[in-house]
């Protein structure tokens, strides 16, 4: 039985900073962005959207009355967490109108939840066939104003629905993990805004990758040959590239020249949103799928996931028949297209504006966010979501 990713989509805000105009206001060359990190823009999030309402509003391009029928298992991965103690799982099965049958919770470990989640949920839809599950990939990376990690901002969420014969890839067996304790990014509850060791989580994530890789080729026997693309945790872009230039002389010339043609259309998403820490490695593999014009069904397609603190991870999947879907393709592409270019200016007051809820009662004006879901302010401590 062939267990994979059915349905997959992706939100993000309708507002972006471009990195040339954030280069130049920080006295920086623009190619240090654009060139060096591998960035042209970031996502900028209104205080009107968190992680329920932008998975929610990632779910409504793909969800229908069969999954709610059938979706008994929900699975969120976020590093930025709305509440100690619920989860952002139960807050989203209520807004999707999902059986109230059915577990939901929370995972977190750094950029890794999501990977997690769907480990969790291949191995569940393998037990119970007949049976859905929905994992979630979604966060917003905040650095903080003039930091070193300002330009890695962005935030987003990403949304795949788990099942038997899959329509978009299905996985290929082996998944070889690595962890270790590791102080290369890191945020306290205390914080909105992470603590990262830039130099020294850049070596950890390419010692991880080798890892998991070279376990992988020694327990299933495959090498680089044998896959038609790789895909990456992408906090940003450049990233990715310093973990395929590890391993790239593996493959003959030919080959070499294939793998670096997929990445570049698999990082078209990931340079215009930014960082998604758990949805960055899942934006990654939408963005080949959907922007590739060489894959074909049967490809081999090779994901490596990375939680700082740490945990790595590398398996493979395989593209099935419906992995190209033309609708969600334009949608996704209009979304993207259409945003909103901020000033810096503009950027900055936003991302101030966008702290800690710490208040019982706020109201926050939405009539500016053009999205189905957001958030509309709190009561009694409560957040109070609305659906357009």
Same mark, same amino acid.
């Given at each position: ?104 919770? +929370? ?22 066939? +007949? ?59 205390? !914080? ?32 680089? +040959? ?73 490809? !081999? ?59 019982? +009662? ?24 609305? !659906?357009?």
């Amino acid at each position: 039985m062939n267990v994979g990713i059915d349905k997959m989509s992706f939100y993000s805000s309708d507002m972006y900073l471009d990195m040339v105009d954030l280069a130049h206001a920080r006295n920086e060359d623009p190619n240090k962005y654009l060139i060096g990190i591998g960035q042209k823009k970031m996502a900028v999030i209104p205080k009107t959207q968190d992680v329920v309402t932008m998975a929610a509003n990632a779910c409504l391009k793909i969800i229908d009355d069969d999954d709610r029928n059938k979706i008994d298992l929900i699975i969120f991965g976020t590093e930025t967490g709305i509440d100690n103690s619920k989860s952002a799982a139960i807050y989203l099965q209520n807004m999707l109108g999902l059986s109230r049958r059915g577990r939901a919770f +929370e995972i977190k470990q750094a950029c890794y939840g999501a990977t997690a989640g769907l480990q969790m949920a291949k191995e569940y839809v393998e037990n119970n066939p +007949e049976k859905k599950a929905l994992v979630i990939g979604a966060d917003i990376a905040r650095y903080g104003i003039d930091t070193p990690g300002e330009v890695t901002q962005g935030g987003g969420a990403v949304a795949m629905v788990i099942s038997a014969n899959p329509s978009i890839a299905e996985f290929e067996g082996t998944s070889t993990f690595y962890s270790d304790d590791v102080m290369d990014f890191w945020r306290p509850l205390y !914080r909105t805004e992470a603590v990262v060791d830039g130099h020294y989580s850049n070596d950890v994530y390419v010692d991880f990758f080798k890892k998991t890789w070279d376990e992988y080729k020694q327990i299933t026997g495959k090498n680089l +040959e044998d896959f038609s693309a790789m895909t990456f945790h992408l906090p940003y872009v450049k990233m990715g590239i310093k973990a395929l230039r590890a391993i790239i002389d593996e493959a003959s010339e030919e080959h070499q020249d294939k793998l670096k043609t997929e990445f570049g259309f698999g990082k078209v998403y990931n340079e215009n949103i930014g960082n998604l820490y758990t949805g960055s490695l899942y934006l990654n593999f939408l963005s080949l799928i959907n922007n590739s014009d060489q894959l074909k069904v049967g490809d !081999r397609i090779g994901l490596f996931s990375y939680g700082s603190g740490a945990q790595g991870e590398f398996f493979a999947m395989n593209l099935c028949k419906g992995f190209k879907n033309s609708e969600l393709i334009s949608q996704i592409n209009a979304d993207i297209n259409n945003r909103k270019q901020v000033s810096v200016s503009e950027y900055e007051t936003i991302f101030n504006d966008w702290v800690p809820i710490k208040d019982q +009662e706020l109201s926050f004006d939405t009539s500016k966010d053009a999205s189905t879901f957001t958030l509309k302010g709190v009561k009694n401590h409560q957040r109070i979501y609305d !659906r357009k």
